[in-house]
């Protein structure tokens, strides 16, 4: 009853604390906008100056928005494999699927001059970006189900995983070297991973992956608590092991590689992040964690943006720099303390 007691107390927390990062995510930046002005537009209300209500809708709602999906997916596909894997340092991307993503977008922009104009210039636009991105992590997807179908062990199909990372890797690699100074910084600019500039159309698309994926994680919630004892555990309650591992996967994929498709590879917050939540919440119950990872994964994404944004600055910094700086020392210090990490 206590335990019960403490963890609601502990949501009703992680709550508040979403609700406040949001908003002040949307006040500060470049230009500050007054707290009381950004809860008038949240509620409805118009701005004050019309300059600031443009700037929330268009600007910073979008990308509050986009962060939120973003570390709620990385953190719940962290989660997943994890448990799966049964390894702490296991992330969203273990199963090479930024890695395919990259190749596709390296494809792209790298390889695209090659092709008729008409073509090319799609391909260049952002619909064109995201699709290539899409196609390199679906790619990946279908291999390493292919590869689940015939291995028993779940370890092996990290090793597989990891096995396309470096193929592909090493194809981008040969591509970057013999590509052009501007088309190598376009590549660059995408890999460093970006939540702002997605209109609300993209926004949507992604949120409708993010939910289908949150959803086969639901179904999955029973299986990850008894994987987390061993497959032969799970096997003796009647787990289709198989079944349950090509679900995992599934969701993983979506989770992971819808959010790199529109935001490119965020690092960190799916390794960091159920750490957090085992520490906070001190339980391997995945029914608890599974909505502690949703709340901790939004609030952190949120602060990584504010940071990125550098208020009073007239500039931005990648994303996925603060995510990294953020989220190493807090994975180190996690690694220290590794009797707590369940």
């Given amino acids: 009853m206590k335990t019960n007691h403490r963890n609601t107390i502990l949501f009703s ?3 508040l604390t979403l609700l406040l990062t949001l908003l002040l995510n ?6 500050a906008i007054p707290f009381k002005e950004v809860i008038k537009s949240v509620l409805g209300s118009n701005a004050s100056k019309d300059t600031w209500e443009y700037i929330i809708t268009n600007f910073r709602l979008p990308k509050a928005i986009t962060a939120i999906l973003v570390g709620i997916g990385l953190s719940i596909s962290g989660l997943l494999m994890q448990t799966l894997f049964r390894n702490p340092l296991a992330g969203p991307y273990v199963l090479g699927l930024s890695s395919g993503s990259s190749l596709g977008v390296a494809f792209v922009i790298l390889g695209a001059g090659s092709l008729p104009i008409i073509v090319s210039e799609f391909l260049l636009s952002s619909y064109g970006i995201i699709l290539a991105s899409c196609l390199g992590s679906f790619a990946v997807l279908m291999l390493v189900l292919l590869i689940s179908k015939f291995l028993r062990d779940t370890m092996t199909i990290l090793i597989a995983g990891l096995m396309f990372s470096s193929f592909a890797g090493a194809i981008v690699s040969v591509l ?10 376009k590549f660059t600019f995408w ?6 500039n997605i209109s609300w159309q993209n926004i949507i698309i992604l949120l409708v992956a993010v939910l289908i994926g949150l959803l086969l994680s639901v179904f999955s919630i029973k299986s990850l608590d008894a994987l987390l004892l061993g497959e032969n555990y799970a096997k003796s309650l009647g787990l289709n092991i198989k079944k349950s591992r090509r679900l995992i996967i599934f969701a993983t994929s979506i989770l992971a ?10 690092a960190f917050i799916g390794l960091a992040v ?9 339980t391997s119950n995945h029914r608890i964690l599974f909505w502690s990872t949703i709340l901790i994964g939004a609030i952190i994404m949120l602060f990584c943006d504010m940071v990125s944004q550098m208020p009073g600055c007239d500039f931005t910094l990648p994303i996925n720099a603060i995510t990294s700086i953020i989220g190493a020392p807090v994975v180190i210090w996690l690694l220290v303390r590794k009797k707590n990490i369940q």
């Fill in 13 to 15: 927390i992680l709550a």
């Fill in 257 to 266: 590689g819808s959010i790199t498709a529109f935001a490119g590879p965020i």
């Fill in 274 to 282: 159920p750490h957090v939540s085992k520490l906070i919440f001190q």
């Fill in 176 to 185: 970057t070297y013999f590509s052009s100074a501007e088309k190598l910084q």
């Fill in 191 to 196: 890999s460093m991973g970006s939540i702002g």
């Fill in 26 to 31: 949307l006040s500060l930046g470049q230009v």
